[in-house]
């Protein structure tokens, strides 16, 4: 039999604790979930209904679309960056339409890193990040968020800088904390990159869901945009994660390096999906705006049912994305691995969350909770870890 040597590569990389753990509920069943970042909606009608209609009268929508994208999808795209950043980037030279984010930031790394290469990423991490990077065969090195709030630590940063540093990945809001990074920590993140001479991986999946101010992003410091690769994602915002479609900016010449990756990965991003992220960018802002009112509620909701675990449970308090990291306080004699914890959540709560150390040392004793679930399914949640932790602890 043939045994299929694995190449060191892949060997060093594994499937992210956020899709292991409703591998293991789906064996127990009954679990409900605040384990991966899904948004419950569904898809906005006059999304799929555009789709449809392209499909029925566009016999192009069912077939590659340009390598980059659909012009129109760029340019729409150009729009929102201009609107939201505060330049255009050229939808011809210096927009891409991708397989969602996750391809738009393996573009990126596959163009920057070479192998030893290092990155700077903040830690707790979104661990694709570092999955990526490792693929790529270069180091992902962590820098510590400031543990009080989650904020941007550029002290850590700086100090992390070697000879060998070629880019840092920033993402804010932030995956998994809920922290939305200070502009004057991004300002002088930017100011780094600039001193450093480092590129930049500015990941901005969540940049519309911050429900406390605007999010701001080193994408609107003008003076980085010449080493800067700008990530957006139709899967939050628009409630498309099943969809698959992100883009990404960049000066015309990393654009082009970053292209062939995008070539020999996807060809180009689904086009009927494509013509799906067009409707959601012409849709009504009201669209997208009860979204975030109500993840916005569903954000109050956690805290809540957080707070009323504590002691036991403490949180730094989530200004944007959906997730929160809980850390527990057990008692003397009882402490567990945020895994233990997260497996005997799912046999025993039947609550499917994700341990916390698989985002880095910062979330030891923590598990990761996504308030992207309607609130009946959050409450139910939650009621479940409440009666455990009762029987558990007598709290
Ligand atoms: C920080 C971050 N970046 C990128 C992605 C991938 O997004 P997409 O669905 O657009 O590929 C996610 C998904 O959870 C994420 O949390």
């Not at 292991?20 to 970042?37: D, F, H, N």
Request: net charge negative.
């Amino acid at each position: 039999m043939f045994t299929p040597r694995i190449s060191a590569r892949v060997r060093a990389i594994k499937i992210s604790a956020t899709k292991e753990m409703p591998m293991i509920a789906a064996k127990v069943g009954g679990c409900v979930s605040l384990g991966q970042g899904v948004p419950s909606f569904a898809t906005p009608s006059l999304v799929a209904e555009a789709v449809l209609r392209e499909l029925a009268a566009n016999p192009a929508a069912g077939k590659y679309s340009l390598q980059p994208g659909l012009l129109d999808l760029r340019r729409a795209v150009s729009d929102l960056i201009a609107r939201e950043k505060g330049f255009a980037p050229d939808p011809d030279s210096e927009v891409a339409i991708t397989v969602g984010a996750m391809e738009a930031l393996l573009c990126a790394v596959c163009a920057l890193v070479d192998r030893g290469d290092e990155v700077l990423v903040p830690e707790p991490f979104y661990p694709s990040h570092v999955e990526q990077i490792v693929m790529a065969e270069g180091k992902a090195v962590l820098t510590p968020l400031r543990r009080s709030d989650w904020g941007l630590d550029v002290a850590a940063l700086r100090a992390a800088v070697t000879p060998r540093t070629r880019a840092m990945l920033i993402s804010s809001p932030h995956n998994p904390t809920g922290a939305v990074f200070a502009e004057a920590d991004l300002r002088a993140a930017a100011e780094l990159a600039i001193e450093k001479d480092l590129a930049i991986i500015c990941d901005d999946t969540y940049d519309y869901l911050s429900y406390d101010a605007p999010a701001f992003s080193l994408a609107q410091i003008p003076e980085v945009r010449d080493r800067l690769v700008g990530v957006g994602s139709f899967s939050k915002r628009y409630a498309l994660t099943g969809w698959r479609v992100g883009f990404f900016y960049a000066p015309a010449g990393l654009m082009a390096e970053m292209l062939k990756v995008h070539d020999c990965t996807a060809i180009c991003a689904p086009t009927p999906s494509q013509h799906a992220a067009l409707a959601a960018l012409h849709a009504p802002e009201s669209m997208c705006l009860e979204f975030k009112d109500e993840l916005r509620k569903r954000r109050d909701l956690a805290c809540a049912r957080l707070d009323a675990l504590a002691p036991i449970v403490s949180y730094v308090r989530p200004a944007g994305a959906f997730y929160v990291m809980a850390r527990f306080h057990l008692p003397e004699g009882r402490e567990m691995s945020s895994r233990e914890l997260a497996v005997r959540f799912i046999h025993e709560a039947k609550v499917i969350t994700v341990p916390g150390d698989a985002f880095g040392p910062g979330g030891a004793s923590s598990l990761r909770l996504s308030f992207g679930a309607a609130e009946e399914e959050l409450n139910e949640a939650f009621d479940r870890i409440e009666g455990w932790v009762r029987r558990e602890f007598g709290k």
